[in-house]
């Protein structure tokens, strides 16, 4: 049964992880295109019954910038997979991911 | 001569390891129309041959994890190699016949099924028919998580799981926030959200699974004498490898991809994402933690995971069900098919034995591609509704009956 344990003790940690980076990030990503909108005047449930509102340039920064941590978290990703591959692993130890041979 | 068989089966696996996972990356994205089917296998088939050429890692331990017929360091055992390696290539050979002809049948029947746990159980069954119950690798040596229970059976139940809660969450949360958001807003966005995640899912496809046809070719050279470096993997496998698990994804598992875009739950832009994502995200996490997994497993999962965030959505249990059905008996079913393809061919003997085994797989490979024909999947009619008079894939009894045919091979 010692099998079980060792699944198990994998599972969380990719369930962790999963949550993170599988949830986390498309949570970010729609809270970008909701700040996109609401900076375009655009996200009806904010204003319900006025016509679309003026520019919000503070939205629109916003948005863009929740979209850039989304794709530093895919280039993260990437790295991942590309560095492995060729013998480097990321290391988060320093907080700031670093490539380290493994 | 055999080694020649060998390499051409498993580059056949390999291809229908693409095809049957194309719809792992591809499915959501071509259900919403975020991609046209043609252009989102192409992209796919692409992402998958840089992804085989990006991981560089030996994989020549692949069926160290299911059975015992390599050393630590990827040589095959001594033992088998007294009869100039035959017996050895005749397993693999019938291995790869049970995975590919599972594959082929899965396929058929448009269920998503692991292409992984088709080739191991073919493996464990050619083992079983040629070295016995000791041949294989059940339970791992109490080190770490391995064998047949921690390489297959446990992460079979448990990724699902994970991946369907992670894209569950992400697909509800999502949901919350962009009520009301103006669909040019939601639409756009989302759609490039699907293409993204879907890339990397293709991507972590192919540097997991063409290694897994790169590490059995190169132990059938070895086993023949061909190779003698455990280091290193010859550049031509690698390439040939790449080229075949790119092809087949291009071709594209149209049956595969409808059930997984379709059939399960009806997907829009922003399930998508959450749906891909939550795949990603697990693949990646389990391969850096070594938690070895099945991409259809995590990718089925998260599907039905988005679905069951979405409010209002529908989930199709029967359609679930007959999919881990099919989940549960596929490495049982491999390895049956693995262990006639061994018998046969060890009562034939030699190289004659192996060319049967190759016709016998040959047949059954033809057979189910007319039967394909009618009641064809293609990019054309991939998207079709679901509950209609359209060409439907599963478990009609006109295709459950082709399954005693084949067995039959």
């Known amino acids: ?102 | 001569m055999i080694l020649a068989l060998v390499v051409i089966t498993a580059l056949a696996f390999d291809f229908t390891n693409g095809f049957h996972d194309t719809a792992n990356a591809m499915a959501t994205s071509i259900a919403t129309k975020a991609l046209r089917p043609k252009t989102a296998v192409a992209l796919s088939g692409a992402l998958n041959l840089v992804g085989a050429f990006l991981s560089v890692e030996v994989a020549l331990t692949v069926t160290n994890a299911v059975v015992k017929i390599q050393d630590k360091s990827g040589a095959p055992k001594a033992e088998l190699l007294a009869d100039g390696g035959s017996t050895l290539l005749l397993i693999i050979l019938a291995g790869l016949v049970g995975g590919i002809v599972w594959n082929l049948l899965t396929w058929l029947l448009g269920l998503p099924s692991s292409s992984s746990h088709a080739l191991f159980g073919g493996l464990v069954g050619a083992t079983l028919a040629g070295l016995g119950i000791a041949g294989v690798n059940w339970n791992g040596d109490g080190s770490k998580l391995d064998g047949v229970v921690g390489k297959v059976l446990l992460p079979a139940v448990i990724s699902p799981v994970i991946a369907g809660a992670v894209a569950a969450l992400g697909t509800w949360v999502i949901f919350k926030i962009t009520t009301g958001v103006a669909a040019r807003f939601t639409e756009q966005g989302f759609r490039w959200g699907q293409i993204g995640s879907a890339s990397l899912v293709s991507l972590a496809h192919g540097t997991n699974d063409a290694q897994k046809t790169m590490g059995v070719i190169t132990l059938a050279l070895i086993a023949s004498g061909h190779w003698s470096d455990l280091e290193n993997i010859p550049l031509w496998v690698k390439v040939s490898a790449a080229f075949a698990i790119a092809a087949g994804t291009y071709l594209g598992g149209w049956r595969i991809i409808r059930t997984l875009g379709k059939g399960i739950t009806d997907i829009n832009p922003p399930q998508g994402t959450a749906a891909q994502s939550g795949a990603a995200a697990v693949i990646l996490a389990s391969s850096h933690l070594g938690f070895a997994l099945s991409t259809t497993h995590v990718a089925t999962g998260s599907v039905i995971g988005s679905g069951l965030g979405r409010p209002g959505a529908k989930v199709r249990w029967a359609v679930a069900g007959r999919m881990a059905l099919a989940w549960l008996i596929t490495l049982p079913s491999a390895a049956l098919i693995g262990a006639l393809m061994f018998w046969v061919g060890d009562a034939v003997g030699g190289t004659a034995g192996a060319l049967v085994v190759f016709t016998l797989l040959c047949i059954a490979s033809v057979a189910m591609y007319l039967r394909s024909r009618t009641g064809k999947v293609d990019h054309e009619n991939v998207n079709d509704d679901w509950d209609g008079d359209s060409p439907s894939t599963t478990g009609t009894p006109a295709t459950t009956s082709s399954v005693p045919a084949v067995a039959a091979n």
């Open chain 1, 1 to 102: 049964m010692h099998n079980l344990g060792f699944a198990l003790d994998g599972a969380w940690q990719v369930l962790i992880a999963g949550l993170a980076l599988g949830a986390g990030l498309p949570i970010l990503f729609a809270l970008g295109i909701r700040s996109l909108a609401w900076g375009a005047g655009a996200a009806t449930v904010t204003t319900p019954t006025s016509a679309p509102a003026g520019r919000r340039p503070l939205g629109t920064a916003l948005g863009y910038a929740l979209f850039a941590v989304v794709i530093i978290g895919v280039l993260l990703g990437l790295t991942f997979i590309v560095s492995s591959g060729f013998g480097y692993k990321l290391d988060f130890s320093h907080i700031y991911p670093t490539l380290v041979a493994k």
